[in-house]
């Protein structure tokens, strides 16, 4: 995905499932937590050619940020990753999916409590609900232990505010706790003070794919 296809998807709060068809590429929703946890760690990986971290599975059309995590919209923080499915195939990005959260987790992720943080898989047709439900086993059979990762018929995605896209990455200063430092350092603090890696590594230990 390029940037100004990105742009032009947050900008307008469309799906890009019907937009990215026509650069012959496929596109998934997941919702693994926090959104610029999950955005910036698929970035990464090779054959993803973007994501854009917004809101799925909710009723109400057109959530702002504050609504969805205030709670009553119904909708989970997501991620719609565009990727090759050529260079990576749709069961390799689903095992990555399950191996960088929680699954075991119903109440949120980490220390962000609450069903807007809770993890789910969206898919759009049968082929992709076989898919992931493999997964699911896979990741339940290496854990040993129950994952409550539901798989979830998708609806409309909403991009979030421009202000949430790419926050890993953003050199802009805000003013923190810690005083006056950029999203990217304000991005790594939180991290590391949620335990995200650290619970990651927990359950997964190396097989864990982004946890440092």
């Known amino acids: 995905m390029t940037r100004l296809f990105k742009r032009l998807c947050v900008a307008a709060a469309l799906s890009c499932v019907s937009i990215a068809a026509y650069a012959d590429t496929r596109i998934i929703t997941v919702a693994g937590g926090c959104f610029w946890c999950v955005e910036h760690d698929f970035e990464s990986v090779r054959g993803v050619k973007g994501a854009v971290s917004g809101f799925a599975g909710g009723s109400t059309a057109n959530p702002t940020y504050k609504q969805v995590t205030s709670g009553g919209t119904g909708h989970y923080e997501a991620v ?3 990727y090759d499915d050529a260079a990576l195939p749709l069961p390799q990005l689903f095992d990555m999916f399950f ?3 929680d699954p075991t987790d119903a109440g949120g992720q980490f220390c962000d409590r609450g069903s ?4 789910a898989i969206f898919v759009s047709n049968a082929a992709e609900q076989s898919t992931a439900e493999a997964a699911k086993a896979r990741a339940e059979a290496a854990l040993g232990q129950k994952i409550v990762t539901p798989i979830l018929r998708a609806g ?3 991009a979030a505010e421009e202000y949430h896209q790419d926050y890993a990455k953003k050199s802009e200063r805000i003013l923190t706790r810690f005083g006056l430092i950029s999203k990217a350092n304000a991005y790594k603090r939180y991290r590391d003070a949620c335990g995200r890696d650290q619970r990651v590594r927990q359950l997964w230990g190396s ?3 982004f946890a440092s």
């Open 99 to 101: 191996r960088s959260v």
């Open 80 to 82: 719609q990753i565009t």
């Open 116 to 119: 807007s943080y809770r993890t």
């Open 156 to 158: 409309p995605f909403y």
């Open 207 to 209: 097989a864990a794919p």
